[in-house]
């Protein structure tokens, strides 16, 4: 693989010019001491000529076919006459603009437009090791404002459209096709095509790779961005050349599929498959990733008021590829209209917006506090994310943060929430009412081994001691890699920060893991109480719960509470903490207030 990439996808075309010299011409040069009369023969005999390089002095000067028909005809004709004894050097005007012919394009046109307004359009002379050259100021300007046009269009990594030309030909295409549609149907009436043979005028192909971002953090950007020109070249390998295809950002591509059958699309989609799980090659490396491909159809596509055709196209490709991803990856899928479409386009539109709320922290934390059963103050308080969208309203998290937990994006968020709720916590502190917080860890945070060094390096920026700070895993998040999560729960525990075992109950936890990991704190999960006032055998199960954490020498919550005879129950049978609707609703910081003594009948 080409070790710098980038660098040749940014100029994709030959033909490019960025410096001076590829857009001069030769100059031809005279002497400043040729008679005028001479240059005006040259110019009538060769009416391509635009220009002369004089020569004088040392110093090179621009004489233009305009300058010599404006100074020999004169005011009343009688210029040639006045001028029969003068040379060049009569003639030239002052201060030509001679630049170097490495100069780049943008460059030249500051140092064009820098010129007083009387020299500004004239050509410029061009110097290079071999011979003056001469290029005209409106080539300088017409080649700028293509690559200004081509820049807005395609992706200077890839050389690919990007979104904006993607849908902007896209629409036009559509509205081609529609148009066709539209004049056949009016002059035949074919008979309806096979299903499996069907022609379907415009496909989608949504294309995700997946596990991109792990290997963009962990190898670096520079690695990430080799392999991203790699996979756009198979991807250009493999789609017709009639398609468009385009970069939408990130590691997401889009096919714009013409004239295409259903079993066309679906080919085209599997070779892309297929393309991406061959190892990208990279510094000595072998890096193996994989693909999701969305299909979408036109022929498939509900009637929308809300959405353009290809929007609808592009939401249900997206939801698509969301279904290929949460049946394993690796693999194509189409959504089949059996009750998909509506919780699928959700995730598709929660998807897409979530590019705009983590690019601009549209996020929020709330806290809600958890009661010490013996005293009736509250012993600490959960961070909670909370995401309200322009389009989508309020979005739970338990929407949105399997969805980041897919893109990578859960990274940049956690180490956003863990930064804000040290920030907190710091303000608390500086107010005079410290409250120790909790904070909610992904498995694939746990799994980054990027969690202690956040969290260390938080702690250090807003000066507040370990002991506020506690994390709370997931049993599945434990489960997933055991001697990594108990090696960087030993870190934290050592750098004094809190662990708890979160949502306890829901997973396939044993009394050995909870000997193994080094926890402060097991959390019951909601659904285990949600009874206990009720029935026996609930109560009878919680208490065993109970029983066993304190032999274990934890500390242990109740989650979920929401009647005051849970509270009782979970008083007599030991709970230390508890937390829920009973207790108080998550709010934000300034709302949160200290309670009077909760008396626990």
Same mark, same amino acid.
Not at 418 to 440: H, S, T
């Given at each position: 693989? +080409? @070790?710098?990439?980038?660098?040749?996808?940014?100029?994709?075309?030959?033909?490019?010019?960025?410096?001076?010299?590829?857009? %001069?011409?030769?100059?031809?040069?005279?002497?400043?001491?040729? @008679?005028?009369?001479?240059?005006?023969?040259?110019?009538?005999?060769?009416? #391509?000529?635009?220009?002369?390089?004089?020569?004088?002095?040392?110093?090179?000067?621009?004489?233009?076919?305009?300058?010599?028909?404006?100074? &020999?005809?004169?005011?009343?004709?009688?210029?040639?006459?006045?001028?029969?004894?003068?040379?060049?050097?009569?003639?030239?005007?002052?201060?030509? =603009?001679?630049?170097?012919?490495?100069?780049?394009?943008?460059?030249?046109?500051?140092?064009?437009?820098?010129?007083?307004?009387?020299?500004?359009?004239?050509?410029?002379?061009?110097?290079?090791?071999?011979?003056?050259?001469?290029?005209?100021?409106?080539?300088?300007?017409?080649?700028?404002? $293509?690559?200004?046009?081509?820049?807005?269009?395609?992706?200077?990594?890839?050389?690919?459209?990007?979104?904006?030309?993607?849908?902007?030909?896209?629409?036009?295409?559509?509205?081609?096709?529609?148009?066709?549609?539209?004049?056949?149907?009016?002059?035949?009436?074919?008979?309806?095509?096979?299903?499996?043979?069907?022609?379907?005028?415009?496909?989608?192909?949504?294309?995700?790779?997946?596990?991109?971002?792990? *290997?963009?953090?962990?190898?670096?950007?520079?690695?990430?961005?080799?392999?991203?020109?790699?996979?756009?070249?198979?991807?250009?390998?493999?789609?017709?050349? %009639?398609?468009?295809?385009?970069?939408? /950002? /990130?590691?997401?591509?889009?096919?714009?599929?013409?004239?295409?059958?259903?079993?066309?699309?679906?080919?085209?989609?599997?070779?892309?498959?297929?393309?991406?799980?061959?190892?990208?090659?990279?510094?000595?490396? =072998?890096?193996?990733?994989?693909?999701?491909?969305?299909?979408?159809?036109? +022929?498939?596509?509900?009637?929308?008021?809300?959405?353009?055709?290809?929007?609808?196209?592009?939401?249900?490709?997206?939801?698509?590829?969301?279904?290929?991803?949460? #049946?394993?990856?690796?693999?194509?899928?189409?959504?089949?209209?059996?009750?998909?479409?509506?919780?699928?386009?959700?995730?598709?539109?929660?998807?897409?917006?979530?590019?705009?709320?983590?690019?601009?922290?549209?996020?929020?934390? +709330?806290?809600?506090?958890?009661?010490?059963?013996?005293? /009736?103050?509250?012993?600490?308080?959960?961070?909670?994310?909370?995401?309200?969208?322009?389009?989508?309203?309020?979005? @739970?998290?338990?929407?949105?943060?399997?969805?980041?937990?897919?893109?990578?994006?859960?990274?940049?968020?956690?180490?956003?929430?863990?930064?804000?709720?040290?920030?907190?916590?710091?303000?608390?502190?500086?107010?005079?009412?410290?409250?120790?917080?909790?904070? +909610?860890?992904?498995?694939?945070?746990?799994?980054?081994?990027?969690?202690?060094?956040?969290?260390?390096?938080?702690?250090?920026?807003?000066?507040?001691?370990?002991?506020? *700070?506690?994390?709370?895993?997931?049993? %599945?998040?434990?489960?997933?890699?055991? @001697?990594?999560?108990?090696?960087?729960?030993?870190? &934290?525990?050592?750098?004094?920060?809190?662990?708890?075992?979160?949502?306890?109950?829901?997973?396939?936890?044993?009394?050995?893991? =909870?000997?193994?990991?080094?926890?402060?704190?097991?959390?019951?999960?909601? %659904?285990?109480?949600?009874?206990?006032?009720?029935?026996?055998?609930?109560?009878?199960?919680?208490?065993?719960?109970?029983?066993?954490?304190?032999?274990?020498?934890?500390?242990?919550?109740? $989650?979920?509470?929401?009647?005051?005879?849970?509270?009782?129950?979970?008083?007599?049978?030991?709970?230390?903490?508890?937390?829920?609707?009973?207790?108080?609703?998550?709010?934000?910081?300034?709302?949160?207030?200290?309670?009077?003594?909760? $008396?626990?009948?």
């Amino acid at each position: 693989m +080409n @070790p710098h990439p980038a660098v040749r996808r940014q100029l994709p075309r030959a033909d490019r010019a960025t410096r001076l010299v590829d857009l %001069s011409v030769a100059a031809t040069l005279i002497a400043s001491d040729t @008679p005028a009369t001479h240059i005006d023969r040259m110019f009538r005999s060769d009416r #391509a000529l635009r220009c002369l390089v004089v020569k004088r002095s040392g110093t090179l000067s621009l004489l233009s076919r305009d300058h010599v028909e404006y100074t &020999l005809t004169g005011r009343l004709g009688y210029g040639r006459s006045i001028h029969t004894r003068s040379t060049v050097g009569d003639l030239v005007p002052d201060d030509t =603009l001679v630049v170097p012919g490495h100069t780049e394009l943008a460059e030249a046109a500051q140092l064009i437009l820098d010129q007083p307004e009387s020299r500004r359009y004239r050509d410029v002379i061009v110097m290079t090791d071999a011979a003056p050259r001469v290029v005209s100021v409106s080539q300088v300007f017409q080649r700028l404002s $293509e690559d200004f046009r081509y820049a807005a269009l395609h992706d200077p990594l890839t050389g690919l459209p990007n979104r904006r030309k993607f849908q902007d030909r896209g629409t036009a295409l559509l509205a081609a096709a529609a148009l066709s549609a539209a004049v056949t149907s009016a002059v035949t009436s074919p008979a309806k095509p096979a299903a499996a043979d069907r022609r379907c005028t415009i496909g989608v192909l949504y294309i995700d790779l997946d596990g991109f971002k792990a *290997i963009n953090d962990t190898f670096g950007h520079r690695i990430g961005d080799e392999i991203l020109v790699d996979f756009a070249d198979r991807l250009r390998d493999h789609v017709r050349d %009639s398609d468009v295809l385009a970069r939408l /950002g /990130g590691d997401e591509f889009a096919a714009l599929l013409l004239d295409i059958s259903e079993g066309e699309a679906a080919d085209i989609a599997q070779r892309i498959v297929t393309a991406a799980a061959a190892p990208f090659a990279s510094d000595g490396h =072998l890096l193996y990733l994989s693909a999701s491909v969305g299909i979408a159809l036109l +022929n498939d596509m509900p009637d929308d008021s809300d959405l353009s055709p290809l929007e609808a196209l592009l939401r249900e490709a997206d939801a698509a590829m969301l279904k290929a991803k949460n #049946a394993g990856r690796h693999q194509v899928a189409r959504l089949d209209g059996r009750g998909e479409t509506a919780p699928i386009a959700r995730n598709a539109s929660i998807r897409r917006r979530l590019q705009h709320a983590v690019a601009s922290q549209a996020f929020t934390l +709330n806290f809600q506090p958890q009661l010490d059963i013996r005293s /009736g103050q509250y012993s600490a308080v959960e961070a909670l994310l909370r995401w309200t969208d322009e389009e989508l309203g309020s979005v @739970p998290p338990n929407e949105f943060i399997p969805i980041m937990e897919l893109s990578g994006d859960i990274h940049r968020v956690g180490r956003w929430v863990i930064d804000r709720v040290c920030e907190q916590a710091r303000l608390w502190v500086d107010a005079g009412v410290p409250r120790r917080i909790a904070l +909610n860890v992904s498995p694939l945070q746990l799994a980054a081994l990027t969690l202690v060094p956040d969290l260390t390096a938080a702690l250090a920026r807003h000066g507040i001691p370990a002991r506020l *700070i506690q994390v709370e895993i997931t049993e %599945s998040s434990a489960i997933a890699d055991m @001697p990594r999560a108990i090696d960087q729960l030993n870190q &934290l525990r050592a750098a004094g920060i809190g662990i708890a075992l979160d949502d306890y109950g829901t997973g396939h936890s044993s009394l050995a893991m =909870l000997r193994a990991l080094p926890l402060n704190v097991l959390k019951i999960d909601k %659904s285990f109480v949600d009874d206990i006032d009720t029935s026996t055998s609930d109560a009878l199960l919680v208490g065993g719960l109970i029983s066993t954490a304190h032999a274990l020498g934890l500390t242990v919550t109740a $989650e979920g509470i929401e009647r005051m005879a849970q509270l009782t129950i979970l008083r007599d049978l030991g709970c230390d903490t508890v937390q829920g609707f009973l207790i108080a609703r998550p709010t934000t910081p300034g709302e949160l207030v200290a309670p009077d003594v909760v $008396e626990v009948a």
